[in-house]
């Protein structure tokens, strides 16, 4: 109880002199295969003083910390929460062809940002000036003020990232909204991964999640990869097979393409559509 008392309590001193939190955190990040996602959640002052965190808070907790079913239930309240228009969360992806394109920290990047899409544009934080008495009609009529938010990502500050933010290390144990964020990442992907057993059953998808468990490896060692698996994660692992001849089941020029309706979506599953210069 204690533990959660401190995750709300820490970002009652992060919220103090703005309006809102968003917290972001990764899930994927170390995986195998599958892309890797991220999890972005607002949250006001209003919601954490609300009951809701006082009797739910403590069921809250850094992802990989809470069971599948934990999660799922607590997903099942966000969406909840965001019908209510109490939170808002949203998720992003980057795909495997983007993590070889772009290495694991680039895409995490790109997933990181494409989740906050979905609650602000990086314009939206943007230094603004407001009107003057000279200001013409027009321009005190389209006039957006800057955003009041303060945006804390899971781990240390991002380097070349468009939104301003402050890295917050073992933050999904630390922050609320982060720990919100984590189950976010988690859920949309494992669902995801979970889709793929249906193509490719002998890898065991639906078990592993795509990390390197040793039915997984072992997997990939006897079937060679199929097109969900990450190439560069992989050399060490194919470097290990008894015959590197055989055939991957994978084609030559079958890796997998970004699909925009897998890029990022609210946590009610409304996908959305990602933008083309992302990083």
């Known amino acids: 109880m204690l ?30 295969a599958g892309p890797v996602a991220a999890g972005a959640v607002r949250v006001t002052r209003e919601f954490l ?12 907790n850094d992802s990989k910390q809470l069971s599948a079913a934990d999660r799922d239930a607590l997903w099942m309240d966000f969406e909840a929460l965001m019908a209510e228009k109490r939170i808002h969360a949203h998720f992003g992806m980057a795909e495997v062809v983007e993590i070889e394109q772009f290495n694991i920290l680039g895409a995490t990047k790109l997933a990181m940002r494409r989740a906050l899409e979905g609650i602000y544009p990086p314009s939206a934080f943007a230094q603004k000036r407001e009107p003057d008495l000279l200001a013409t009609a027009e ?13 804390l990502v899971d781990g240390l500050k991002l380097k070349h990232f468009p939104y301003p933010h402050e890295g917050v290390v073992h933050g999904d144990a630390r922050s609320l909204c982060i ?51 990450r190439a560069t994660f992989l050399r060490k692992l194919m470097a290990k097979r008894v015959d590197p001849g055989q055939l991957d089941l994978l084609n030559s020029g079958q890796m997998m393409r970004p699909r925009d309706d897998r890029h990022g979506g609210c946590v009610a599953w409304i996908s959305t559509q990602p933008r083309s210069n992302l990083l």
Not at 50 to 59: F, L
Not at 139 to 151: D, G, K, M, T, Y
Request: charged share 30%.
């Open 3 to 32: 533990k959660r008392r401190q995750l709300r309590g820490f970002d009652l001193k992060r919220i103090a002199d703005v309006e809102c939190l968003i917290g972001v955190d990764e899930a994927g990040r170390g995986a195998l």
């Open 49 to 60: 003083d609300s009951n809701w965190v006082a009797a739910n808070a403590r069921r809250i």
């Open 139 to 151: 321009e005190l009529e389209n006039f957006q003020p800057q955003v009041s938010a303060r945006i």
């Open 179 to 229: 720990a919100m964020a984590s189950i976010i990442a988690k859920v949309s992907r494992d669902r995801l991964i979970d889709s793929f057993e249906q193509e490719f059953p002998r890898y065991g998808f639906s078990n592993h999640k795509g990390y390197g468990t040793e039915e997984h490896r072992e997997a990939i060692l006897k079937l060679g990869r199929c097109r969900h698996h």
